[in-house]
Every structure is written in C-alpha cells, then in structure tokens.
C-alpha cells in the first residue's frame, strides 16, 4: 500500500509529545517497522492502552509494520516511570497465557493474519532475554551505557527524590538498560528503527537508541505521545469501580459504553481524534454539528458508538444501547426481558433489591404484598394502593393495577422483576 505520513496524522490527532529530529523523513522513505510494549502482568489491557494501541494501528494504516512487544522480562522487574512501587513477579505460564489475551485484544485494532507485507507481529521479550546471562548482559550491554546517564533519566531521578517512596531497588534501575536492549534486538532481527510509547517513555526510548547507535552501528528513532488527562482533573480510564477493561468479562460492554458516552464536551473533541479512525472531514464535521447543539450529545454518541464496535463489536453496542435507552424511558418490558442478566444488574447498578421464593412467583404474587410486606419497597399497604392509584407504579417498565399479580411471565432471565414508582424510583424483585 502507498505509504502515508504518520507523523502528519498523529499531529492534527494530538498525539505527539516528542519527535526524533528526522523521524518524519525517516518514515517516507520507505515501509518502516515500529514498536510498542504492553505490560502481560493481566489478562486484558485497559483503556489506559488505547493511546499506544491506536498509535500502533495508525502506523499500520499509514502503510507501516507495527510490532507489539509483550514485556514478560521487562514485566517481572516494573517501570520505575511514575511508579512507586514494584510489580510482582509472575511465573513463565500465567505469561503466555495473558500474552495471546492481549493479542486477542490487539487484532480488534491490528492486522496480525492477511499475509501482506505489513501485517503486525508480535514478540515477547523474555524469549530473547531469558538466554542471556547477568555476566553477559554487563559485558556486553552495560558497558556502554554510564551510570551518569542513567541517572539523568527523569522517571531515575523522580523515584530517587521522592518523598514518599523508599528509593528504587538495584532491579528496577536496570529497567532503562533492558528496554533499550529490546530495542537493540528488534532493530537487529526485526529491523525495527522506531520506538514509541507514552512522554514518560522518553527516556526509556532513547536509552535504546543510544544501544542502537552504540552497538548496533545504526540510527533508531524515537517518538512519544502526550498523557491523556480529563479536562476535570481527574484520572483517564478509570471509573468508580477502577480500571475500564477492554475484556467484557471485567467491564462489561454496557459500562464500556456509558464511559465514553459520559464524558465532557471538551474531552469529547479530543477522544474523538484520538480514539476513532474517523477522518479529519469526518470529525470537524461532528465538532461543528455539536457544538451548535450540544444538549444532542452528538460527538459523545459517537465517540461511544466507534470505540465500543471496535473493541466489542456491533451486536454489543447495539445491546448497549438499548440497555441505556431503558434507563431513559423509551424502552418495553420486550426491551428489559432481552437483557442478559449481566446487563441488566450493571443497568440498575445499585439499586435496592428484595428476595422471593420461586414458589412465590408460581403461585402468583399480589402486586400489593409486592411493593410493601414482601419487600419494603413501599412503606405499606397503604401507600402502595395509593401509588396504584396514582397511576405511577410499573412492573418491568409497564404500568399496571392494583389487581395486578406477578407470575414467572414477569420473569427477566428467569431471576429479576423491576418495579418502578415514577419515572426515577426503582427496586428489583429477585427470585431465589
């Protein structure tokens, strides 16, 4: 395919921090190979990741080869890079294993299978590390790099000065050399001549650009993206329950979705750029389109709308959809009985919930004993009827009356029944 400029497309995304002197030139002369490590130390990346993931999967849409580097040495010993603390040591299977969980990830964003001459690799740096012995590595990599060097790293000096931290152990001051080592290797056996990552990389990247230049007799190249920050302060990619996961399993699709469909104006016109493989045209289009009528949330839908199909795929991102529309009213009890039960709890996140017997639902449960003696949704009889009355109690979206009973067609998976009085005021009935 015709090479296209990568570093002009990540510059009107604003997703440069530094650039190598030349490196734009460097990547128009021809195919180039470029790399990015991800830490194994779990079995799914976050959205923390998404920043190098899109980087990798722009270079390879721009013509280029990415290779994803799965850090299994480099993850038994931690990034001292903003860190306070070391990472604990994980044994040679639980690797491999969170190894091909990340590589399922990635395929969503790279192409690893079609055979063309840019397709993605991926590599695990303790395959090359693990033959190598400490009196080797010295003699034959540490030698070239000086410990004046090494401590004139920002992410050394930072650990060192901290306040709060006891210092850096001997492991995690070696990390620097090994990342540059890495470099070093995939510029010799995969002709890598580019490393990128995140500003706090910096350091780490240049350290094997001066391995290349040392040892190697060649010129690697070096290219970081800015921190991702929320424009309240707080930190991206995390939400009340932590981490958002790109595996369903730890953040369900429907939590995935209300992330990015919950974020500010502001950051919204920025994730757009950074999160989507939207073009330019494209996006300036939507910036324009919401800025005229931002209560629509236009940019948000579908800044939500590319990330979620991306990672989960079409058919999630419709049920995340609906899942969302029934908190807003415009849904049916056909709409709520389609959720999984996983979705459904994550909807009504919180809510208050009761126990009943099967045999309950079986025999048939009264509306009334329902919303008061059985639950205490309701403070009484009373004041059930009264809401029956009123009109404004729903059994799973639906209004009913006070001759109302609840059967197992009431059923949500066979588990939940929602009750509702007004438009905001849920409990849910679970069968036991």
């Given at each position: ?8 497309e ?7 921090h ?6 734009e ?14 830490d ?27 290779v ?9 010993i931690g ?12 044994d ?16 969503q ?34 030698k070239?790099?000086?410990?004046n060097?090494?401590m ?8 060192i ?14 990390y620097?050399?090994?990342?540059g ?10 002709n ?34 800015p ?19 790109l ?15 919950n ?5 919204a ?5 950074i999160?989507?493989?939207l073009?330019?045209q ?14 629509m ?9 590319e ?8 058919i ?11 908190l807003f ?6 709409d ?12 009504f ?19 009334v ?20 009355k ?7 979206k ?20 929602l009750?509702q ?12």
């Open positions: 395919m015709a090479l296209k400029n990568f570093v002009e990540l510059s009107w995304r604003g997703m440069i530094d650039v190598m002197p030349e490196t030139e460097h990547l128009l002369e021809q195919m180039r190979s470029a790399y990015i490590g991800f194994p130390t779990a079995d799914s990346l976050h959205i923390g990741n998404l920043v190098p993931i899109m980087m990798l999967a722009f270079f390879q849409r721009t013509g280029h080869k990415p994803a580097l799965v850090g299994g040495a480099t993850g038994m990034d001292p890079s903003g860190k306070s603390s070391e990472r604990n040591l994980l040679e299977a639980t690797l491999r294993h969170n190894q091909e969980c990340v590589r399922e990830q990635l395929s964003f790279l192409d690893f299978s079609s055979g063309k001459e840019n397709e993605a690799v991926m590599v695990n740096n303790y395959d090359w590390m693990k033959e190598i012995s400490f009196l080797d590595f010295i003699r034959d990599v540490g070239h790099i000086t410990v060097y090494m004139a790293k920002d992410s050394v000096k930072n650990r000065k901290g306040e709060e931290t006891e210092g850096m152990s001997f492991t995690e001051f070696t620097q050399l090994v990342q080592y890495d470099f070093l290797h995939l510029f010799r056996n995969y890598c001549t580019l490393q990128m990552g995140g500003s706090d990389q910096w350091g780490n990247i240049t350290t094997g650009t001066e391995l290349i230049r040392r040892i190697g007799g060649g010129k690697g190249y070096a290219l970081t993206c921190l991702i920050t929320k424009s309240d302060g707080s930190k991206f990619g995390k939400s009340e329950g932590g981490n958002v996961w595996d369903a399993n730890r953040t369900s699709p429907y939590k995935f979705y209300q992330y990015w469909l974020t500010s104006d502001e950051d016109e920025k994730y757009i750029k999160f989507t493989f073009d330019k494209t996006i300036e289009a939507l910036v324009e389109e919401h800025r005229a009528a931002p209560h949330r236009l940019l948000q839908k579908r800044l939500a709308e990330v979620t199909t991306t990672v989960h795929g079409e999630e991102y419709g049920n995340a959809v609906k899942a969302s529309e029934i009213g415009r849904s049916t009890s056909e709520l009985k389609s959720l999984n039960a996983s979705t459904f709890l994550d909807v996140d919180g809510v208050t919930q009761a126990e009943v017997t099967a045999a309950d639902i079986s025999e048939g449960l009264d509306i004993s329902a919303l008061a003696e059985r639950t205490g949704f309701l403070k009484s009889n009373g004041e059930a009827r009264r809401a029956l009123e009109n404004s109690i729903s059994v799973n639906e209004k009913v009356k006070d001759d109302y009973t609840l059967t197992s067609e009431d059923l949500i998976n066979d588990q939940f029944i009750l009085r007004g438009k905001k005021n849920y409990f849910i009935i679970k069968v036991v």
